[in-house]
């Protein structure tokens, strides 16, 4: 320390000090054209980084603008889960589904149509410099996990309305319209879910060389438990016969991994986004 | 040096698995429904837990590898999970014989410990590619530890979300052991112990090995007078790499 160069001591000081000081040091050491003005400005932004909420509904409304724009992941799941149904239809050479099987096919179908949206959510940010602007902004980091999170789960809910009216549709045999309130329920504790750890997957995968096939082998096996308990919850609300509600202790399975997998991914995202 | 106490556990793995196997045949009864073939349920389901208890030890490894960002936790993390798939994969090896016997078919849906182990083992061998697609060693440590975080956590959620999707529709052989007759019990805990200390030998080996191997090439490498670094012959690689020791390692930069 005492061998630093003459010019540090002072610095340092000024950075120890308290905001308002350094502020008003400022000034003295900023060059003569400049006014104090902006400068005041910046040393208060330098200070107060913006919260949480903040930079997670900046990112959000980033993410949202670009699917507006680009129109990338939502048509395309959409599309998919709709010829999925096409192609189910006639490999199983059935013109209506019930119960168990009409779950099933639903259940696998919004897994896939999600694994589309899975690996192309941080896509741009590696091809195109966001995780570096990201990560150049004073912000906390758990920020893009909450703000991808929410993105993935709009995106899912939004082609949602067109993927399970057209299975109602296409190969349902019971009418949907009677499943819908309880189905809402299994739909929202799913795609949270599936959210959570799509995106935990899509940020480890995104940095690999074989991106593309990584990210579905990370998600697969980690939303088999996701696809037991939406499927067995929602088997009895597409019953041929006497559709029944689904039973309490899916939906309590759906969200306590939920639960458990939100917070695991708020805990270790922070070590994917460290260079 | 790594290789300390490597004779002491190995001649003491040896001896287990002698007294062990003894047990199997010669001590324990015969069991009366599937007689000599439940034989196999003492080597078949100690492997599954210690596999298992092998997965979520990598997954505490990796958590005091992110604490520490020491790489030495890294390839503990590294060789835990790698010894558990080779078990698994003898695990699965066995239990496919044993359900083939029992119930005549090589794979049984209705068994949620089969399936759970199924699903977990198909989780773990992403770890390998995961580790190999990712260049940079330090990023490959870290990205390697959340994932092993992850499928840590992942192990016992899994069981449960499998285990309440099916009924008890088989008789469970794997319940507590309270339930076995004291001579099998006994049998089991020995075979466990002796499957455990065989992980714990085989892990040893595997470490040791590995900075043999590098501290050889450092030696190597200081014989023929390169002035390369250590790692720089050695290509893409899944496992971690290794520092060169205090001793062994060049002390120029």
């Known amino acids: 320390m005492s061998t630093a160069a003459p010019g540090a001591p002072p610095e340092r000081a000024a950075g120890t000090a308290p905001v308002d000081q350094a502020a008003a040091g400022r000034p003295a050491t900023a060059p003569p054209g400049l006014t104090g003005a902006p400068a005041d400005a910046a040393a208060g932004a330098r200070a107060r980084p913006p919260g949480l909420a903040a930079t997670v509904s900046a990112l959000l409304r980033k993410e949202l603008l670009v699917e507006l724009r680009t129109l990338e992941s939502v048509p395309g799941m959409s599309l998919f889960a709709v010829t999925t149904f096409v192609v189910f239809h006639f490999a199983l050479r059935q013109n209506t589904v019930a119960g168990d099987e009409a779950a099933g096919i639903l259940w696998v179908t919004l897994l896939f149509a ?3 949206g899975i690996n192309r959510l941080f896509v741009a940010d590696q091809d195109q410099g966001g995780f570096d602007a990201f990560l150049l902004a004073p912000v906390d980091r758990s920020a893009l996990l909450v703000a991808k999170a929410l993105a993935l789960l709009s995106y899912l809910l939004v082609f949602e309305l067109v993927a399970v009216p057209a299975f109602g549709l296409l190969l349902l045999g019971p009418s949907l319209g009677q499943a819908l309130p309880s189905l809402l329920a299994v739909l929202a504790l799913a795609d ?3 959210a959570l750890i799509g995106t935990l997957v899509a940020a480890m995968a995104v940095r690999t060389r074989a991106r593309d096939l990584l990210g579905p082998l990370l998600a697969l096996p980690l939303l088999v438990p996701i696809v037991i308990g939406a499927a067995r919850a929602s088997a009895p609300l597409f019953a041929s016969t006497h559709p ?32 | 040096m790594y290789g300390r106490g490597l004779r002491a556990l190995s001649f003491a793995t040896v001896v287990t698995l002698c007294v062990t196997l003894a047990l199997i045949f010669f001590y324990a009864p015969i069991e009366a429904d599937q ?19 092998g997965f979520i030890l990598g997954g505490l490894f990796a958590i005091q590898h992110l604490r520490t960002r020491d790489s030495r936790w890294d390839m503990r993390s590294y060789v835990a999970i790698h010894m558990s798939l080779i078990f698994g994969v003898a695990v699965l090896i066995t239990g496919s014989i044993w359900a083939k016997a029992s119930w ?26 995961l580790r190999f697609s990712i260049e940079d060693p330090e990023r490959q440590a870290r990205y390697a530890s959340v994932f092993a975080i992850t ?12 285990r309440l999707s099916t009924g008890y529709v088989h008789p469970r052989v794997l319940g507590d052991t309270s339930s076995l007759p004291p001579k099998m019990a006994l049998t089991f805990l020995l075979a466990l112990l002796a499957i455990a200390l065989l992980f714990a030998t085989l892990c040893k080996y595997e470490i040791t090995a590995k900075h043999t191997r590098a501290q050889l090439s450092t030696l ?30 060049r002390t120029k930069v």
């Open chain 1, 114 to 116: 999600a694994i589309l």
């Open chain 1, 192 to 194: 949270i879910g599936i």
């Open chain 1, 244 to 275: 029944g509600s689904p039973a309490a202790r899916w939906l309590f399975t759906l969200g306590l991994y939920d639960l458990v997998f939100g917070l695991l991914a708020y805990a270790v995202f922070d070590f994917l986004l460290e260079d």
């Open chain 2, 35 to 53: 007689g000599f073939l439940q034989k196999i349920f003492y080597v078949h389901v100690p492997m599954a837990i210690v596999a298992l208890g």
């Open chain 2, 104 to 129: 005549g078919h090589w794979w049984v849906w209705d068994e949620p410990t089969l399936v759970s182990f199924l699903i977990i083992f198909l989780l773990y061998a992403i770890y390998q590619p």
């Open chain 2, 151 to 162: 499928a840590g956590v992942f192990v016992p959620l899994n069981f449960i979300a499998v």
């Open chain 2, 220 to 249: 190597r490498r200081r014989l023929a007078g390169e002035h390369s670094s250590v790692y720089a012959s050695r290509g893409r690689s899944a496992a971690p790499r290794i520092q060169p020791s205090p001793v062994l390692g």
